[in-house]
């Protein structure tokens, strides 16, 4: 396989003040530093606080609530549980793609995503603005973001240490 320095960057994560700026070469040539990178449509950047990842995923989610809107705002208006499934199959998993590795945000930076959710909860129960967010998921029975991160960071979890002990021939058969 034939490399292309060029193209080719890396990066170094650390939650230190002062950034670290590894002198890296391949082949004689030197490799570029990225503070931040896109891998599988998730951005990673240095001090993996995920701030820019968090607000075009709420960016996305504020263009998909557009969709909600119209069918809300339509003449003969749509049924809820039409919205809510529009919701479950078009804007939910936007919010929740990848969200293991969000497991380590901040809140304040998850609020962003969260404002964003709330927007599209307020079109599927027809809440007014002044409206509690806790009577929206209340009656919509949904989780904060938050809560649905760490949900799924635990699925994974046990997900990996139930492949590891598959992995290491606890349950193979022998002949």
């Known amino acids: ?44 950047d240095n001090k993996l606080n995920w701030k820019n990842d968090v607000n075009k995923i709420a960016s996305r989610v504020s263009k998909r609530t557009n969709v909600l809107k119209h069918l809300a705002g339509s003449k003969s208006g749509c049924v809820r549980s039409t919205l ?10 936007i919010i929740t793609y990848s969200s293991e590795s969000r497991v380590t945000a901040e809140p304040h930076t998850l609020k962003v995503l969260e404002h964003a959710r709330n927007q599209a909860l307020r079109l599927i129960t027809g809440a007014v603005n002044t409206t509690y967010i806790d009577a929206m998921t209340f009656i919509k029975g949904s989780k904060p973001v938050h809560e649905l991160i760490k949900e799924r960071q635990c699925c994974y979890m046990r997900n990996c240490s139930e492949s590891q002990e598959t992995n290491t021939g606890k349950h193979m058969k022998t002949r």
């Not at 890396?10 to 030197?30: D, I």
């Not at 809510?84 to 998993?93: A, D, R, V």
């Open 84 to 93: 809510n499934l529009t919701y479950q199959k078009y804007i939910l998993p």
């Open 1 to 44: 396989m034939k490399i292309n320095t060029s193209k080719t960057a890396f990066q170094s994560f650390s939650l230190a003040h002062k950034t670290v700026h590894p002198r890296l070469r391949y082949k004689g040539t030197a490799l570029s530093q990225s503070n931040e990178f896109k891998y599988l449509g998730v951005i990673f």
